[in-house]
């Protein structure tokens, strides 16, 4: 079960100052239903809709919205619904500041160049590319649902040409590569308005979960992170907990999905609904093995983990008293050195057993 890269946490909360408020956009963008099913089922905070967006938002009564965007992207509408939301909020007065920070990719964009001068951080990302998505039904119905995505990927070229003044026919081929740009390229073709310093990051992202086909920019995002998932807890072990949790939210996902392509009429037999029902739940056949094998990997991992660090907490504790041996040692050395010194007696050194050592102190005397 493939799914999105892991990012997270949406969240909104107050500035320091009364009349604006922070808005955090690190997860997916989906649709309310979708987003409650989330909540509901796996306690999910992490994405976004425009409804959670547009009720957010309008209890903060402020007037400064600073958006913050670190996102895979999405649902189309919804992110369209969320940039047309904030631009009826800038034609009322509203200041709408938004900061690109890590990945915006996608659906994100549309949020992202919603902002008053759209910005982004040196070592952040911009992606653009054509709408995806889930077909279902009889040949009819398929290129009916294929018809209105290509509506979509045209609304979305038309959005990106008439925001940047680039060529309908440059933004298409730019849309076919998966066109990633840094923050300079992206404001030297007119997606942003400024770029500020480089900024870190603080979740790794799995190559195994990566959906994009350019990888590199993968290994440059995990190279600006600096801080660990959370301290005390091996990162394997934490990103398995994430793992597994996008698994099932995708897993279901897909499920759901299947259910909605379930078409019927009045000549629709019975047995027919079953056989779409049966076509949209074939994914439960393997889920078994699949949580089967995470939690042996997941285990596995503990283990190996937990061996390493007692081997090499093992050899660090070796050596370091080794080390304090060495040095009493030397201290022992120079001491009896020091003391036959002062007493202008040579230490015994080696002269064949002749030399006198070290005179008693006090009057204590050899029998």
């Known amino acids: 079960m493939k799914r999105p890269a892991q990012i997270f946490n949406f969240r909104i909360q107050n500035s320091s100052s009364s009349d604006s408020v922070d808005i955090y956009i690190d997860g997916e963008i989906v649709d309310a239903g979708t987003q409650e099913i989330y909540r509901l089922w796996f306690g999910d905070e992490t994405s976004v809709s425009f409804k959670s967006f547009r009720d957010q938002l309008e209890k903060s009564g402020a007037n400064t919205y600073n958006i913050f965007i670190n996102s895979p992207g999405g649902q189309v509408s919804d992110a ?51 709408v995806s998505g889930w077909v279902g039904g009889d040949i009819n119905e398929m290129e009916k649902q294929v018809n209105v ?6 609304a979305v070229r038309d959005f990106y040409a008439n925001s940047t003044g680039i060529g309908k026919d ?16 992206a404001k030297s073709k007119g997606f942003i308005r400024r770029v500020s310093n480089e900024v870190s990051f603080t979740n790794m992202l799995s190559a195994e979960y990566w959906d994009y086909a350019n990888k590199e920019v993968l290994n440059a995002y995990n190279s600006a992170v600096k801080s660990p998932l959370t301290v005390g807890v091996p990162d394997n072990i934490q990103q398995f907990i994430i793992n597994q949790n996008n698994d099932m939210k995708k897993f279901f996902s897909n499920i759901f999905d299947g259910l909605k392509n379930i078409r019927t009429d009045d000549n629709t037999k019975p047995a027919d609904i079953v056989n779409q029902i049966t076509e949209a739940l074939k994914p439960l056949e393997t889920v078994d093995s699949e949580i089967e ?55 015994n050194t080696g002269n064949g057993g002749q030399g006198d050592g070290v005179k008693p102190v006090g009057g204590y005397r050899k029998g």
């Open 80 to 130: 369209m619904a969320m940039h047309d939301y904030l631009q009826d909020k800038k034609a009322k007065g509203k200041r709408v500041n938004t900061f690109g920070r890590g990945i915006i990719a996608s659906a994100a964009t549309y949020i992202l160049m919603a902002g008053d001068e759209p910005e982004m951080s040196s070592n952040s990302w911009f992606m653009i590319h054509n």
């Open 149 to 154: 995505y290509r509506k979509f990927n045209d």
């Open 170 to 185: 440059e933004v298409s081929n730019m849309m076919d590569a998966e066109t990633w740009m840094q923050a300079e390229e």
């Open 293 to 347: 094998q995470m939690v042996n990997t997941a285990v596995t991992a503990a283990l190996n983990t937990a061996k390493n660090e007692l081997q090499t907490a093992s050899n660090e504790a070796i050596t370091a008293l080794q080390n304090k041996v060495n040095e009493l040692e030397k201290k022992n050395q120079d001491l009896e050195k020091e003391v036959a010194d002062d007493k202008g007696n040579p230490t």
